[in-house]
């Protein structure tokens, strides 16, 4: 069963706008990372934020954690056309080379 | 380098038929894996690897066989395709470190079964 969901579904902002998504899971995680997925593509990583760290930024995405909800966010700050696409959050096990993946944040940037 | 290549693009099956899903990375990842996405379900893993001559079984393994003979290959194979089988399929591969596996993904394989 998938481990973490994705909130909201969809996302429409205006371009330069900023994006927030989040991401709940229901078991204790070693690590979670977040994909983006343009349209007909594969997936591409983001950034990877370990249970020991409450935020991290690379670019223009931050990402925090919050072990004791649950939950993590991705942020996109002054958003762009290239920005729209599927967002996806993925959650690591210790001692697992498994990931498990949420069913995405389909996010559009419009002009 | 090419990073995780996907053999066929496209394909288009009759129930009952089968065949074999091609993954070929060339990082010299140990870990690789199979992944169908489903509108609404994210992504399901289907089998993964750790390395040659090892292969388990994920989320969802029913109807679906891998061999891991060499590093570089892991082909998925169908053994009698269903309906319930139509899906994008994608191979992913990773340098193989357990809680922190960082995947990187193939384009696809976009299958559907009549």
């Known amino acids: 069963s998938q481990q973490g969901e994705e909130d909201p579904q969809a996302l429409s902002i205006q371009e330069g706008e900023n994006a927030t998504m989040n991401c709940s899971y229901k078991t204790s995680i070693n690590n979670l990372q977040w994909y983006r997925q343009n349209s007909g593509r594969g997936l591409v990583h983001l950034i990877l934020i370990r249970s020991n760290e409450r935020e991290k930024h690379s670019g223009r995405l931050r990402v925090t954690l919050d072990t004791s909800k649950k939950s993590s966010s991705l942020l996109i700050t002054a958003s762009r056309a290239a920005d729209t696409a599927s967002y996806f959050c993925a959650t690591g096990l210790s001692n697992d080379y498994k990931l498990s993946f949420g069913a995405g944040t389909t996010v559009t940037v419009r002009a | 380098n090419a990073g995780v290549t996907q053999t066929p693009k496209f394909q288009v099956l009759k129930t009952g038929q089968s065949m074999t899903l091609q993954c070929a990375q060339d990082?010299?990842?140990?870990?690789m894996s199979w992944y169908r996405q489903d509108p609404g379900m994210g992504l399901r893993l289907i089998h993964y690897s750790v390395g040659a001559g090892i292969t388990d079984q994920g989320e969802v393994p029913n109807g679906y066989n891998v061999s891991r003979s060499t590093t570089e290959d892991f082909p998925l194979r169908l053994l009698s395709a269903a309906p319930s089988q139509t899906s994008v399929y994608f191979c992913?591969?990773?340098?193989?470190?357990?809680?922190?596996?960082?995947?990187?993904f193939g384009a696809g394989s976009r299958l559907t079964v009549l």
């Open positions: 992913a591969s990773s340098q193989g470190s357990s809680g922190a596996n960082v995947l990187t």
């Open positions: 990082m010299n990842h140990e870990y």
